[in-house]
């Protein structure tokens, strides 16, 4: 687990985009069907139960990331190295979002 060691590259930027770990994230949306699912869960509840599963800051994260990394390759030009401490999920996500 790691990053890359700026040392090796010339004018480059490091940004972490703190997107939750693949087990965050399906926890999360396992969340977010159980309220969807609930015959039970109350209208006047339902925008908070949303927001307690954590699923739409996981996507936000996520979108966000994609969205930068599209921005410096379309609009500056510029190369981009992706990854992420795994390399399986996050970095896969951004990639095809981006």
């Known amino acids: 687990y790691g990053y890359e060691n700026t040392s090796y590259y010339s004018n480059m930027t490091l940004q972490f985009c703190n997107i939750g770990n693949i087990h ?8 977010l069907c159980t309220v969807c699912n609930s015959d039970t869960t109350a209208d006047v509840n339902f925008h908070s139960l949303i927001e307690d599963t954590k699923w739409l800051s996981h996507v936000r994260t996520i979108l966000a990331a994609s969205w930068e990394t599209a921005y ?3 609009v500056w030009r510029m190369p981009i190295l992706l990854h992420c401490s795994h390399g399986w999920d996050r970095t ?3 990639a095809a979002l981006a």
Do not use: F, G, P
């Open 72 to 74: 410096w390759v379309h």
């Open 24 to 31: 965050a994230v399906r926890d999360s949306y396992q969340k």
């Open 92 to 94: 896969s996500q951004v």
